[in-house]
């Protein structure tokens, strides 16, 4: 096989006012022709940098660079990073094409699906206005869109997570590119669509014999798609070889950490390892056994339900396109247990936790908190009760205000609530809070824009146990962190719902990770209960054909 991209030598440094921060450290590799090139590392680790240094796609005025990333394209042999922007121009799309990680973000919201990968087409000249639409219809249906010419006039927001990522790789696949860069394409999806999105890949690289770099921070799922795998870390190369022998023979502490930083299928150990324990060779593999967790959940259920939850129905629309996003749902919540609540987008499990926090009025049924229905509540008794029933959301950035900063935000809530005696008071406690969840005194200062993600994170779950709540919802609050940031977080919820008693529902797509959480597992279908039981009875022995399905999409690596 011969190269069709050959990166030698890049550095990469950001111009930054005092210091210049060097991102990327001689990297080098070959993408050969028809084969599929797996970037695995965590966040910050330089994986998407390097590829949209490739395609130009970085601010040239904030950045130096320096190396070679010479592609084989229609003109010959080129340099891509000698290349003037008319010429990139041509290239991206037609030659290199991108998926990017946020379909949402990357999709205009004011024009239709149609139109947009339609523009593609006519602007590299590979359709004409008469043949574009069955064109890009063609490529709908390629890509396993349903119904195809409806897809085809509706807008982003009309379409799901998953479609919306068929519709990024339409246009992706569009004018036949040599290359596909997929970075992070699956992180936020469901374990199902996240399971197809890999197949259809695997698909598309087999009819059209196109190369693919597939990014990733889960090693587990790029093993499952790529011939080869590099490994970075902090900007640099540390490992690379087949996917086999990355994955089940890696030399490198660092790759076996983003191995095993998942939560283990087989066993519950009593602390995630995280990839500092591999790093600094700490790393404590106690195993939590059947009996001790036997013993703990027998204290559990022992007590009275702290939530009751009685034929709560949430409907949305009218009577002639009502859609049932709850439907006729009962369940209870004990005090110190963890509720994992699993199923795909649109199941109803974020509408649940909302109307169980009365954000969303229940359209009939009861939520009983404390023996008490909180759906009949008047307004001012609905504040006093934020104070014990929170919520963990799965984007901090968008629940953070950007212009306050993050100390402030932690305590306002204690101010609203009327919590200690002063401002003197609760800030002593806002920084004892940012202790706990491994954050410092100075970070009280600074503003949520200057935090990574798993900071952020910290901060939301600081924000929300600043209340001393008794019942916390994470919803999908880990979904989008990578494997080593989520270690920390799921490490850090267990210690505090330890030293609090805190209670927990436990919202999440990703079946390994609720499996490691929760007590109880509550499978939810069509806005109904698929399945409910023990967590890890339901793993190893699913009633349910849906729930066999979730478990089935789980990656576990080749």
Known sequence: MNPILHIKNLNLVFKQAENDNQVLFDISFQLMQGEILGIVGES?????????????????????????ALFESEQGDIDLFKQNEKTLQEIRGKEIAMIFQEPMTALNPSLTCGYQVAEVLLKHKISTKATVKQEVLSLFEQV??????????????????????????????????KILIADEPTTALDVTVQKEIVALLKELQEETGMSIIFISHDLALVSEIANRILVLYQGKI??????????????????????????????????????????????????????ERALKQQEIYNKKPLLE???????????????????????????????????????????LGRTILQLDKA????????????????????????????????????????????????????????MYKNKVERKEKVL???QK????????????????????????????????PKLIICDESVSALDVSVQAQVLNLLNELKED???????????????????????????????????????????????????????????
Do not use: W
């Not at 005090?335 to 199923?343: A, D, K, N, R, Y």
């Not at 009983?368 to 799965?394: H, N, P, V, W």
């Open 432 to 434: 004892e809070i940012l």
């Open 500 to 558: 609090f008693g805190f209670t927990y529902i436990f919202i999440s797509h990703d079946l390994a990770v609720v499996k490691y959480m929760a007590d109880q597992l509550l499978v939810m279908n069509k806005g109904q209960i698929e399945e409910i039981g023990d967590a890890d009875a339901i793993y190893t022995n699913p009633k349910s054909e849906y729930t066999q399905q979730l478990i089935n999409a789980i990656s576990k690596g080749i």
């Open 44 to 68: 910050g680790s330089g994986k998407s940098v390097a590829n949209l240094a490739v395609l130009g796609l970085l601010n040239k005025e904030k950045i130096v660079i320096s190396g070679e």
């Open 309 to 351: 939850i009685k034929n709560i129905s949430k409907y949305f629309g009218s009577k002639k396109q009502l859609v049932k996003a709850v439907n006729d749902v009962s369940f209870q919540v004990y005090s110190g247990e963890t509720l994992g609540l699993v199923g795909e987008s649109g199941c109803g499990k974020s509408t």
């Open 144 to 177: 396993k869109l349903p119904r195809a010419s409806r897809m085809y006039n509706q807008y982003p927001h009309q379409l799901s997570g998953g479609q919306q990522q068929r519709v990024m790789i339409a246009m992706a696949i569009a004018c036949k590119p």
């Open 363 to 418: 359209t009939k049924g009861n939520v009983f908190y404390k023996g008490e229905d909180i759906t009949k509540l008047a307004k001012k008794s609905l504040r006093k009760l934020r104070k014990e029933i929170q919520i963990i959301f799965q984007d901090p950035y968008s629940s953070l205000n950007p212009r306050m900063m993050v100390g402030e935000a932690i305590l306002e809530p204690m101010e609203v609530h009327k």
């Open 238 to 291: 540390i490992e690379t070889g087949d996917a086999n022998t990355i994955f089940h023979h890696a030399q490198e502490p660092y790759t076996k950490a983003l191995i095993n930083a998942r939560p283990s299928l087989d066993k519950r150990l009593k602390k995630l390892p995280t990839v500092q324990d591999f790093l600094m060779n700490a790393l404590d593999e106690t195993i939590l056994s059947n009996e």
């Open 437 to 468: 969840v491994g954050l410092d005194a100075s970070h009280y200062y600074r503003y949520p824009h200057e935090f990574s993600g798993g900071q952020r994170q910290r901060i939301g779950i600081a924000r929300t146990i600043a209340l001393r």
